[in-house]
């Protein structure tokens, strides 16, 4: 009966092991949850194709971007 509380602890901290492991704490990289690093470029380029910005300021950001 002495080895139930035991193994409530040791399964407690498996879970938070396998957490933090896979989410990559220990181990950067583990797990893409970080945000991609994206291109100004490229985003420049999606806001022209939505319409958001209009042709002389996407010229203008493009050639901002590319100095």
Do not use: C, H, Q
Not at 17 to 45: A, Q
Not at 50 to 55: A, D, F, L, T, W
């Amino acid at each position: 009966m002495m080895w139930i509380p035991l193994l409530i602890v040791l399964a407690l901290l498996a879970m938070i092991f396998n957490r933090n492991f896979f989410d990559g704490r220990f181990f950067p990289g583990g797990n893409d949850s970080r945000p991609e690093v994206r291109d100004p470029l490229t985003i420049l380029k999606e806001r022209y194709a939505r319409g958001e910005i209009e042709k002389d300021e996407y010229e203008e950001k493009k050639r901002d971007i590319e100095r």
